[in-house]
């Protein structure tokens, strides 16, 4: 998978990272790389995104 994060974020690594595999989206801490990553289909994600932005 190829991870991208934001290019706002800051260089202290400290920013979420998203991947698209296979029509989900992959997100992870850019800080822990190796550690959990969360797995949305896009039905969520847009629902994650619209509650952070509320």
Same mark, same amino acid.
């Given at each position: 998978?190829?991870? &991208?994060?934001?290019?706002?974020?800051?260089?202290?690594?400290?920013?979420?990272?998203?991947?698209?595999?296979?029509?989900?989206?992959?997100? &992870?801490?850019?800080?822990?790389?190796?550690?959990?990553?969360?797995?949305?289909?896009?039905?969520?994600?847009?629902?994650?995104?619209?509650?952070?932005?509320?």
């Amino acid at each position: 998978m190829t991870w &991208r994060k934001s290019s706002f974020s800051a260089g202290q690594g400290d920013c979420v990272e998203l991947a698209w595999p296979a029509n989900r989206v992959a997100m &992870r801490d850019s800080k822990n790389p190796a550690g959990p990553v969360l797995l949305l289909g896009e039905r969520a994600r847009a629902a994650l995104i619209a509650a952070l932005k509320a």
